[in-house]
Nanobody
Framework: QVQLVESGGGLVQPGGSLRLSCAVSGFSFYYYTVGWFRQAPGKEREGVSCIRNPDGRAFYVDSVKGRFTISRDKSTVYLQMSNLKPEDTAVYYC??????????????????WGQGTQVTVSS
C-alpha cells in the first residue's frame, strides 16, 4: 500500500525557516519522482519542488528558488524552507508521480498524495 505522510508544518515569522518531512512507504522509492505541492485558500494547487529518482535531480518553481531545498534519504523526502514569506502560507502536500523519472511539477502527473501539513507565515 502506497503511503506518504507529511510532518513539520507550523507557524513561523517572516524570514524564518521550517523543514517539512515526507515519509514514504509501499513502493520502490528510487523509481519515482516525489514532489512537494501547496494550496492556499481560494487558489489552485501548485508544484513547489520535486526530486527525480534515481538520479536525484531537483526541480523548483521560480518563486522558491534560492529559498527552498529538497533532499532525500532512504525513505524520506525533505523540504527545507528558508527566508519564508507570508505568501508561502498554504497546506503543503507531498505526492508520488504516476510514472518513473517524470521530474514534473504538474499535479496531474501525481496519483498518490499525503494528507497535507499546514504552514503559516505570519508575524
Amino acid at each position: 500500500q502506497v503511503q506518504l505522510v507529511e510532518s513539520g508544518g507550523g507557524l513561523v515569522q517572516p524570514g524564518g525557516s521550517l523543514r517539512l518531512s515526507c515519509a514514504v512507504s509501499g513502493f520502490s522509492f528510487y523509481y519515482y519522482t516525489v514532489g512537494w505541492f501547496r494550496q492556499a485558500p481560494g487558489k489552485e494547487r501548485e508544484g513547489v519542488s520535486c526530486i527525480r529518482n534515481p538520479d536525484g535531480r531537483a526541480f523548483y518553481v521560480d518563486s522558491v528558488k534560492g529559498r527552498f531545498t529538497i533532499s532525500r534519504d532512504k525513505s524520506t523526502v525533505y523540504l527545507q524552507m528558508s527566508n519564508l514569506k507570508p505568501e508561502d502560507t498554504a497546506v503543503y502536500y507531498c505526492a508520488r508521480s504516476r510514472s518513473s523519472s517524470s521530474g514534473s511539477l504538474d499535479p496531474a502527473q501525481y496519483n498518490y498524495w499525503g494528507q497535507g501539513t499546514q504552514v503559516t507565515v505570519s508575524s
